[in-house]
């Protein structure tokens, strides 16, 4: 099956993005190639782009603490396991802990190095980051990988506390899926809403029926438009029945 998410508001979109980004620095990261570091490294700028948001922190703060309550009301309900609510809540106070200790703005770190800025100054242009523009970066990419490995990790690290934030608040968002098994004959499929205020929807598809679903929605209205890819790949309305999982997703 394949997950297709979609998120119903900027908070979730950025979040979305951030771990995404941190999934591909975690896998470049860990290959031994120049060219896979260099990705990396690429991805690390992304991520500086994407945090630098004022408000991402104490965003983040919130919502763990307001996640912590919610899920301390559950400790005197005999059909919770106690041992995962308290697994759960020892994460959100470690990640709130980690992070509230972060001081300064997001990735102060990287923009105070002034080699790698200038790198980040030339990758923005196409092909800028040749050995002749950065005579430097071509000599750092020829270190041996395990010496790469440990630079990327060391300039990765003060985002761990954003990272795990991140992770922890996404995963108790899709585990609190309304989750559904449907079926629709005529390409698309609607469903009202009622003016609840849902933070993602997910569509799983089995990839063999060459659907791809196209969300959008507001407080009202749950509109999926399904499309096929011919051989120039482009979209066109997909013809046929479609089966699917939907699921609401809301913290």
Known sequence: MILYEYPLNERVRTLLRLEDLFERLEFFAGQEHPLDHHVALVTLFEILDVAGRADLKSDLL???????????????????????????????????????????????????????????????????ACEFDLPSYHAWQHRHHEARQRDIAAWAAPFKPLYDSVSIVLKLLRESAQRSVLSTHQGSYQQPLGGKSYQMVQVRLDPATGAIPEISA????????????DGDLRPRPFEGSVDFELALCNL
């Open 218 to 229: 507001n407080r009202y209205l749950l509109w999926i438009r399904f499309t096929s890819q």
């Open 62 to 128: 919130q919502e763990l603490e307001r996640q912590r309550q919610t899920l301390l009301a559950f400790r005197n309900n005999p059909e919770v396991s106690v041992e995962a609510l308290d697994r759960i809540l020892e994460e959100i106070d470690d990640a709130a802990r980690e992070l509230g200790a972060v001081t300064g703005k997001t990735g102060q770190h990287l923009r105070d190095n002034e080699w790698l800025m200038s790198i980040r100054s030339r990758t923005i242009i196409a092909g800028g």
